[in-house]
């Protein structure tokens, strides 16, 4: 479902297939959203896909036509819960289409340490960079600093980190909110803008990223509370934590 600032909601990626064995990430200094996820479904299923979407000649970057392969169909059949409501499957799909691309680039992370983000998000700089022609990375950030809000009037989660995809003049960002190691599951949000990224005020003209939390700015805490923040997170950790 879709909120009206843009974002899309997600369901908790829960319950998968019966574990199978493979390579599904690199190390990093705490769990990743996905690994366990990963685990259950195989790395084989993103072989079939790859195969199929090549002969096929499918332009991976292309969600819809991504949507439409058969072994892309198969898999997220398997990755949906019996029991999730039918519009959970828009938001499978998406996380489907981040994975199956972070994969096909191997698994590339960055961390963004406290100190850089606290730096970046208190001021951060006028222009956002618009980065390489094509681009797929999830940046992690550091625990429980950056705050979110899966839909309008929901409760505050926080963000783990942000999958960063850039193709054709185009940046989609896609956020994991309320990951822990003791929960079954994670929220995403969602946001698609064309580059450069146009940036606009918050309603309440507020500035950038400033936090929306009780108590918030005095235990130092960020919030992303439109669309365009969103984007505009995700390419500035990803540059910032590549430099």
Known sequence: ???PDGHRTGHDASAAPSARSSSAAPAAPRPLPWTALIEALGTSRFEAIREALAKSGTDPFDRDAFLLDGAVGRVLRD???ADAPAEAVTEYAALLHALYLHWSRGWPVHV??????????????ADAPA???????YVQLPERLVWAAPAAGAAHEPIDGVFVIQWS???????VLGFRPDRQGFTIIEVEAPLPLQRSPRPDGSR????????GERMGLFSITTATELALLAL????AARS
């Open 1 to 3: 479902m879709s909120a």
């Open 236 to 239: 500035l950790a990803l540059a």
């Open 79 to 81: 990755l949906v819960p």
């Open 169 to 175: 003049g185009r940046c989609r960002a896609i956020a």
């Open 208 to 215: 950038p990223f400033a936090t929306v939390l009780p108590s």
């Open 131 to 137: 980065g390489p022609g094509f681009e797929v990375a």
């Open 112 to 125: 963004l340490e406290r100190g850089a983000a606290t730096a970046l998000l208190a001021d951060p700089p």
